[in-house]
């Protein structure tokens, strides 16, 4: 043991209810100049600060209440991050948190929002949604929405919206659906096109591709192999196989019911 105001060990002292090693001046209770190796578990119920800190191949936890890390730099990693629990913003309105995966952001309901083979895709909220296979899109928030093999693509909200493409991720790109209910762009081969809103609407390719399509609304309007059409609303309309190109494509339904091209 070691006495108040007392040498021990070469390089250890004890003044003042302080243990200094490496310095005759502790300003802790604890205070090393040096690295410090454990085997074993370290605990505590306070704080741990650290100017650069690195962890290997173990496991670093943070439970409890005032579990936090706290960075006014960047935190980094090799690997993906994960974070489980809550964190309660404005009004204590609940919102589940935040991890990245592979240059993307997941947030909103954390346990029903999945991202699944995706780079630099992310989902910013709402419950349900799924974002597979794609590259560079983004679903905003909203409830069971789904993006799949479309690269530059976006779903801004409502429900039951998808973009799903039979295609690799990023091979056809910049499709969108901004909102509304049920709304569906599907096929194997779709470029920038485009649903605004409305409800059951759907662009679609089969025998062959669809690009710069446009539904601006309605309902169960409906957009099949063509290119530059437009169903800007209305009830059941149905624009199918108008052109291979810009010069042979650009139909368009103003509204109505029932109307076919």
């Known amino acids: 043991s070691l006495d108040e105001n007392s040498t021990g060990w070469t390089g250890m002292v004890l003044t003042q209810s302080r243990v200094g090693i490496g310095t005759d001046t502790p300003g802790a209770t604890l ?81 029903t929002n999945t991202l699944i083979s995706s780079s630099f895709s992310s989902i910013l909220g709402g419950d349900n949604n799924t974002l597979s296979s794609s590259y560079k899109s983004v679903i905003v928030g909203g409830g069971n929405n789904g993006i799949t093999g479309s690269g530059t693509s976006i779903i801004i909200g409502g429900g039951d919206n998808n973009i799903f493409l039979d295609a690799a991720p990023g091979q056809f790109v910049y499709n969108n659906i901004l909102g509304g209910q049920s709304n569906k762009i599907t096929g194997s081969e779709i470029d920038r096109s485009t649903i605004i809103g409305g409800g059951y609407n759907k662009i679609f390719s089969t025998s062959t591709a669809t690009d710069y399509a446009t539904i601006g609304g309605g309902y169960s309007n409906k957009i099949e192999s063509s290119v530059g059409a437009t169903i800007a609303g209305g009830n059941s309309n149905v624009i199918e196989s108008a052109g291979s190109g810009i010069s042979t494509g650009m139909a368009f339904i103003g509204g109505g019911y029932l109307n076919k091209i």
């Open 31 to 111: 205070h090393v100049i040096g690295d410090i190796s454990s085997s074993g578990d370290s605990s505590g119920n306070s704080r741990i600060s650290a100017k650069n800190a690195t962890f290997g191949t173990g496991t670093v936890i943070i439970d409890g209440v005032a579990g936090n890390i706290t960075s006014s730099g960047n935190i980094s990693a090799s690997g993906d991050i994960y974070l489980s629990g809550v964190h309660y913003g404005h009004e204590n309105e609940y919102n589940d948190v935040i991890y990245t995966i592979s240059g993307s952001i997941l947030a909103g309901n954390s346990s």
